[in-house]
């Protein structure tokens, strides 16, 4: 039991730990490559 407590609370640590590393990854992606909010200037 002591076992299976130790291997679940390692694997959601490293579980959570990879998708925090994604979800920065992908913040990166999209603030390099979605565009900025240009209005036009009127005529």
């Known amino acids: 039991l002591a076992l299976s ?20 990854i992908g913040a990166g992606v999209l603030l390099r490559y979605v565009p900025r909010y240009a209005p036009r200037r009127p005529r």
């Open 5 to 24: 407590a130790l291997t679940a609370a390692v694997s959601i640590a490293f579980a959570s730990g990879v998708l925090g590393v994604v979800g920065l």
